[in-house]
């Protein structure tokens, strides 16, 4: 915990123009190309897990592309939240009235593909009606316009709902920068600078000063859900060894003691809209997960997106790693069981279809990080253990082939593998294209395969390249 000691570490670490890495889908075990129907690698896994595993993404009525749409949520997902729909401009126009017209759309659109449902949210600062925040009070706010639109919108959606968000990005992000100083709930909440801590005429000025208005919501969710719904609080840039997420945990932990809602209620759903060049290592991931499973408390993945510099083929299959790490993450965790992509195809996605941060191309075709997702799977489900962090390189995790599989990444050798021990690397064999081939302490191959040549990138690290 000495920062010295942190800043010689990232010195001495070798900067990578491009990371090579690993993956399951380079072994013929795995499918690497074609359509993917994956209910059944779901259902595998929910075995495994001994409890329904829901991955799904987001769906709102109207969509372009209705048939590609319905078809990847009867075959591809089985799980679909509203990314719109649910919201309280959506849900209550006026002050008083109940529309869940669009909410109740998006769930029966989730019963015709036989998915399941997630409510997605029932307290943000953004996307309000447009008489909040008005001039309500604080205790107005509190004791009765809170209250009334959770009681209204749960109660509405009824009993199948498997989580919702009751409150939305409370959680301010300057509290990183007080990294080794632990914020009390209030503090870490304020520091959102938003309403209604804050006035939203930009005043500044404090209009709820406790935090009166998240227990509020809690209790009134606590009261109306059904007993098997999960009762999330649900924010960005978390899950990584930091303050906001200790942040996070501070909430939690007050809305347990003061709004009384029992750990076996609640959930922390992270959100993890990140990018190839910033994401949650597994490591993290997994500690905080089990942080929360310690206390019966679940996590979910929920905004899964992962943008890209651009799409060459080497930053999908970093996308794919990382995708990867972050599935493996919650497969692992006994208490995560809800994954959630946020929107479906890049041309859809709300970071634009430069980013490509999602599972589906433009055109609505799987792209590597899909057939990866499937792999991770289809492991999880046989028994294997967890996989090494892809993400971290080829440099220090290598994929396995599965049991009877066979690597057909060597140069033409085809290797069965009779384990699913991690492949080593012997001096004089081949790297697959973007593959690793040399840099200091480099002990791995140090030829590559046919078609591409090792190309010195830096002292630490040269690479297959086309
Ligand atoms: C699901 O599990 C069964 C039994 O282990 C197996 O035969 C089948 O291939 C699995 N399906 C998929 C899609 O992984």
Redesign the pocket.
């Known amino acids: 915990m000495f920062k010295s000691f942190v800043v010689l570490s990232v010195l001495a670490a070798p900067v990578l123009s491009q990371t090579a890495v690993s993956l399951l889908i380079d072994f013929a075990g795995y499918q690497s190309s074609g359509t993917i129907n994956l209910r059944?690698?779901l259902n595998?896994v929910s075995t495994k897990k001994g409890q329904t595993f829901h991955f799904g993404s987001t769906y709102d009525t109207g969509v372009s592309t209705a048939s590609w749409t319905k078809n990847v949520f009867s075959t591809f997902f089985n799980h679909i939240v509203a990314e719109n729909g649910c919201k309280w401009d959506a849900t209550e126009p006026s002050r008083g009235t109940s529309s869940l017209t669009e909410c109740l759309a998006v769930q029966s659109y989730a019963t015709s593909c036989s998915a399941s449902f997630r409510g997605h949210n029932t307290f943000w600062h953004a996307q309000t009606p447009s008489w909040l925040p008005g001039s309500i009070t604080a205790s107005d706010l509190v004791n009765n316009v809170i209250p009334q639109h959770v009681q209204q919108e749960i109660q509405g959606m009824g009993t199948s709902v498997t989580s919702w968000d009751v409150v939305n990005e409370i959680v301010g992000d300057g509290v990183s920068n007080g990294m080794f100083t632990l914020k009390s709930a209030l503090q870490c909440v304020q520091n959102k600078k938003d309403w209604p801590t804050q006035t939203s005429d930009g005043s500044n000025t404090a209009l709820v000063t406790d935090l009166s208005f998240v227990h509020a919501a809690f209790s009134t969710a606590l009261k109306y859900a059904a007993s098997n719904t999960r009762l999330a609080i649900n924010d960005y840039n978390t899950g990584a060894n930091d303050a906001k997420t200790a942040c996070v945990l501070a909430v939690l932990a007050d809305i347990n003691q003061n709004a009384g809602v029992p750990y076996n209620r609640l959930a922390v759903g992270f959100q993890t809209h990140i990018s190839t060049s910033g994401f949650p290592s597994k490591a993290a991931l997994t500690a905080n997960f089990a942080k929360l499973a310690a206390l019966g408390a679940n996590a979910m993945i929920t905004e899964l997106d992962i943008s890209l510099p651009s799409t060459s083929s080497a930053n999908e299959r970093l996308q794919a790693a990382i995708w990867g790490d972050i599935l493996d993450a919650c497969l692992y965790a006994s208490n995560c069981n809800e994954f959630i992509n946020w929107d479906t195809r890049d041309d859809q996605s709300w970071i634009g279809t430069a980013g490509a941060g999602t599972l589906f191309d433009s055109n609505g075709n799987p792209k590597p990080a899909a057939f990866e997702v499937q792999a991770r799977m289809?492991r999880f489900?046989s028994g294997a253990p967890m996989l090494c962090a892809t993400a971290l390189g080829t440099g220090s995790c290598m994929a396995s082939g599965p049991t009877g599989g066979s690597s057909t990444t060597a140069g033409g050798t085809t290797t069965t593998h009779t384990t699913t021990t991690p492949v080593t690397s012997p001096s004089g064999c081949l790297s697959p294209l973007y593959g690793q081939c040399g840099g200091t302490g480099w002990t791995g191959c140090t030829g590559c395969a046919s078609g591409s040549t090792c190309q010195v990138s830096n002292p630490y690290y040269s690479q297959c390249l086309a």
């Open positions: 059944s690698t595998n289809q489900a």
